[in-house]
C-alpha cells in the first residue's frame, strides 16, 4: 500500500523486518517445543534461543540476497537463520517443518494483530456515531428516496442506523479476527509424519492462537471471512460519505465537511468548499470490495496446497488491513467534525419542499374522511402537481380545493411536524443495544 493510505502503526506489522521476526519466532517456540517433548537436544534448543539472529535491514538484507540464490523466501530465511546461528545448533531450526506451518502461522498472529488494532478503530466509529446521533436526537431533515424529497425525517435516526450498521460491521471484524487467530505445524500435507501434533500446540499456544487440522496450508475461507470484513466496514463508511456528498450539494447544503485553516477546494474556483474526504472514502471502498474477491478466488487451491493463493496475499492481506484502517479513522473524523445546517434543513422540510413531505398525512385523513383510498390519492397527487407549478405550498392549494373536506385544525394537523417525528427516539433507544466493549 502506498504511504498515503497506510497508517505505520498497521503497515509497520506487513514489513519486511515484522514479517521476519514473526518467523524466527515460529522458528524458535518449534525448536522449544520440540526439546520439551524431547525431540531434539535441550542444549542445541537453548543456543538457537541464545544465539538467535536480531532481525535489522542487514539480516533482511542478506536473506534477499539469498533469494537470489534459493529463489525460495522461507528457504533462504532459514539458511541465513542457521548461518548466524552457527553449526551444529543451527540446522535443529525448521526441523520436520515445511514453509507453509512458519508463513501461515506467523501470518495469522500478525492478522490478530492487526485486526484489534482495526477494531479498536471501528469501536471509535461507533461511538462516535452514537454521539452524533444523540447530540442530532431532535433536529428535522427531509427524508429522501430516489433522491426526491419523502417525508421528514432526523439527523438523528440517520446517524443512529449508521451507527447500528457500523456496530454489525465491528462484531464481524471481532468474528474474523477469532477465525483467523489459528495456526498450523503439522507438516507438508499436514499428517504430522515428521512433527509431534504436541509441537504444535505449544506454539499456537504461545502465540495465542487455536491449532487446527490443516492441508498444508490453512483453509483460505478464513483469509476471505477477515478480507470480506473490511470490505464490509467499507462499505458502511461509503454509505455514509455518500449521504454526505448529497448532502453537502449546492442545491441542498444540509450538511458540510469541516473546512481547515488555509485549506483549498479547488485551485481554480476560490468559493469551492468539496467534500473531498468523503469522496476518497467511496473510492477506496471499491478498492476493498477488490481484495474481498480476490479473498475468495484464493480458497479454491489445488489438492493440499499450490501457491497461487500466495502471491495474492502478499498484497491484499497488507493493503486490505492498511486501507480498513485508514478509513475508520478518516470516517471517524469525517463523522465528528460535520457541520450540519439545522436551519437549512428545517427550511428544505417546511418552505422549500412546499409541504410535500407531508401528502402521505392528507392522504390517510382523506380516506378517514370517507373517501376511497384511490379518489384520495389523485386529489392529493393532483393537488400536489398543483402546488410545484404555482410554487404554492401543498397546504394552501388543499384549503381552496372544493373536493377536499379538511379544514382549520384538520387540515393543519396534517401537517404538524412535531406529530411525524412522535417517535424518532425509537432510534436513539436501539443505541443502548450497543456493546462498545471489544469482545474477545
Known amino acids: 500500500m502506498i504511504p498515503r493510505y497506510a497508517p505505520d502503526d498497521i503497515a509497520g506489522l506487513f514489513s519486511d523486518r515484522a514479517r521476519m521476526e514473526m518467523w524466527l519466532q515460529v522458528e524458535l517456540l ?3 517445543a520440540m526439546a520439551k517433548i524431547g525431540a531434539i537436544p535441550q542444549d542445541a534448543a537453548q543456543a538457537c534461543k541464545m544465539r538467535a539472529p536480531r532481525i535489522d535491514d542487514e539480516f533482511v538484507a542478506a536473506v534477499q540476497e539469498r533469494e537470489r540464490v534459493t529463489n525460495h523466501d522461507v528457504a533462504a530465511f532459514v539458511d541465513v537463520v542457521q548461518d548466524r546461528i552457527g553449526g551444529p545448533e543451527g540446522s535443529w ?13 506467523a501470518q495469522c498472529a500478525t492478522l490478530v494483530r492487526a485486526a484489534e488494532v482495526i477494531v479498536q478503530d471501528s469501536t471509535r466509529l461507533v461511538d462516535a456515531l452514537c454521539a452524533r446521533a444523540r447530540e442530532l436526537a431532535d433536529v428535522p431533515v427531509a427524508g429522501r428516496t430516489h433522491g426526491m424529497f419523502a417525508e421528514p425525517t432526523t439527523f438523528g435516526a440517520k446517524f443512529a442506523l449508521f451507527a447500528l450498521q457500523a456496530n454489525r460491521d465491528r462484531e464481524r471484524l ?15 500435507v499436514g499428517t504430522y509424519s515428521n512433527i509431534d501434533p504436541r509441537v504444535e500446540a505449544e506454539v499456537c499456544a504461545a502465540l495465542g492462537l ?16 477477515y478480507l470480506y470484513a473490511l470490505a464490509s466496514v467499507g462499505a458502511t463508511i461509503e454509505l455514509i460519505a455518500t449521504e454526505v456528498r448529497h448532502l453537502a450539494r449546492s442545491e441542498v447544503k444540509e450538511a458540510q465537511e469541516s473546512f481547515g485553516e488555509g485549506q483549498k477546494g479547488s485551485s481554480a474556483m476560490p468559493h469551492k468548499r468539496n467534500p473531498i474526504l468523503s ?25 493440499e496446497r499450490d501457491i497461487s493463493h500466495s502471491s495474492v496475499e502478499r498484497v491484499v492481506l497488507p493493503d ?33 419542499s412546499l409541504g410535500l413531505v407531508f401528502s402521505q398525512s392528507v392522504l390517510l385523513a ?10 384520495a390519492y389523485r386529489i392529493v397527487q393532483r393537488d400536489s402537481r398543483v402546488a410545484v407549478e404555482r410554487e404554492e405550498h401543498l ?12 379544514r382549520g385544525e384538520e387540515l393543519e394537523r396534517c401537517f404538524d411536524l412535531k406529530r411525524y417525528l412522535r417517535h424518532s427516539h425509537r432510534f436513539i433507544d436501539a443505541l443502548d443495544s450497543i456493546d462498545v466493549e471489544p469482545q474477545r
Not at 498444508?216 to 478464513?222: P, T
Not at 397546504?395 to 379538511?406: F, R, T
Request: hydrophobic share 45%; glycine share 8%.
Open 210 to 225: 487455536t491449532p487446527v487440522p490443516a492441508t498444508q496450508v490453512i483453509a483460505r475461507d478464513r483469509h476471505a471471512e
Open 174 to 188: 471481532i468474528r474474523a479476527r477469532d477465525t483467523i487467530a489459528v495456526g498450523k505445524l503439522s507438516g507438508a
Open 93 to 105: 531450526i525448521h526441523h520436520g517443518l515445511t514453509s507453509s506451518d512458519v508463513v501461515d502461522t
Open 395 to 406: 397546504s394552501s392549494v388543499l384549503a381552496s380545493d372544493p373536493e377536499v373536506d379538511l
Open 320 to 352: 486490505a488491513s492498511a486501507l480498513g484502517c485508514y478509513m475508520l479513522r478518516n470516517a471517524r473524523e469525517l463523522v465528528t467534525n460535520l457541520v450540519v445546517f439545522d436551519d437549512v434543513a428545517l427550511d428544505n422540510v417546511t418552505r422549500r
Open 30 to 32: 518449534a525448536t522449544e
Open 366 to 375: 382523506l380516506v378517514e374522511s370517507g373517501l376511497s383510498r384511490d379518489a
Open 279 to 303: 469522496e476518497r472514502l467511496c473510492g477506496l471502498a471499491r478498492v476493498l470490495r477488490g481484495y474481498a474477491g480476490a479473498g475468495l478466488e484464493d480458497v479454491a487451491l489445488w489438492h
